[in-house]
């Protein structure tokens, strides 16, 4: 299959910090990627990167052929990338269904505000068909109208991620999904967005330091440290690699 995202030579300094150094990485097209590394591998950095958040001093980002390496960042979900935060980023005093609305807007400017403002009853009826579909497919149905900001911890990683689906990506970022979870909830977690994938086809990269989730989830996995890529492969071979196990990253059985 095609690659959909091509990173080239990949190069953020921050200072005297290099966060990634020449990183190369192509994920096809209905790929699920986990990307691993220890504390300040980058992990975070190659996500500012792709949501042009932050711009690299070297290298370039292509989706689907076309450049994005400048391109502005509030056109980056008309391109197709959505993401999700290490902390959460809800808006705490909106309700769930309306966090994941803002979501859904990203295909039409009436958008979320005008119809929030009643200026566009049938976008905004799109919207809430939008999101209520996700919000049952997650069982947060029953929480739609609370406010997001009293949610429990584990729930409020889920609107994160209906949010980020609500605009219909080509490429989900999951920025650490399973930290702040309590260990009962992580499996459940990853079965859930192994169906995801399964059912939407997006292509998803998942950044996680937990190694579990990341080998019950995804066939091929990246190793990054101190903003290099130190492995990329098939799952079973990333975890038995040497430079990974010395990154204190990898399983041996
Ligand atoms: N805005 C910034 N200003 C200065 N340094 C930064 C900035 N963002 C990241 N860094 C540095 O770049 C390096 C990579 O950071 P990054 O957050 O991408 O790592 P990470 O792999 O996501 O780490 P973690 O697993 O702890 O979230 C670190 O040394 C970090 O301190």
């Not at 690299?56 to 979900?77: C, K, M, N, W, Y």
Request: proline content about 5%; hydrophobic content about 45%.
């Amino acid at each position: 299959m095609a690659a959909l995202l091509e990173v080239g030579g990949l190069t953020v300094r921050f200072g005297g910090v290099a966060a990634l150094s020449g990183v190369d990485l192509a994920v096809r097209e209905g790929e699920l990627l986990g990307v691993i590394g220890p504390n300040g591998a980058g992990k975070s950095t190659l996500f500012d990167c792709l949501t042009r958040r932050c711009g690299p001093q070297e290298g370039s980002i292509r989706l689907g052929g076309e450049d994005l390496t400048r391109l502005p960042a509030h056109l980056v979900a008309d391109r197709g990338i959505a993401r999700t935060f290490q902390n959460t980023a809800l808006f705490p005093g909106l309700s769930v269904r309306e966090n994941v609305m803002t979501g859904a807007h990203r295909h039409g400017r009436a958008g979320f505000w005008a119809a929030a403002l009643g200026r566009a009853s049938g976008e905004e009826r799109r919207l809430r068909a939008v999101a209520d579909a996700l919000l049952d497919r997650f069982g947060l149905a029953e929480h739609a109208d609370h406010p997001a900001g009293g949610l429990p911890y584990g729930l409020t990683k889920l609107v994160e991620i209906a949010r980020a689906l609500a605009s219909g990506p080509r490429l989900l970022l999951l920025d650490e999904p399973a930290s702040g979870l309590a260990p009962g909830e992580v499996p459940a977690l990853a079965d859930l967005i192994g169906q995801l994938h399964r059912e939407r086809g997006v292509t998803i990269i998942v950044v996680e330091h937990h190694m579990e989730f990341v080998l019950a989830l995804c066939r091929r996995i990246v190793c990054l440290e101190l903003g290099r890529k130190i492995a990329d492969g098939p799952a079973g071979a990333v975890r038995q690699d040497p430079a990974v196990i010395a990154a204190r990253l990898g399983v041996v059985r």
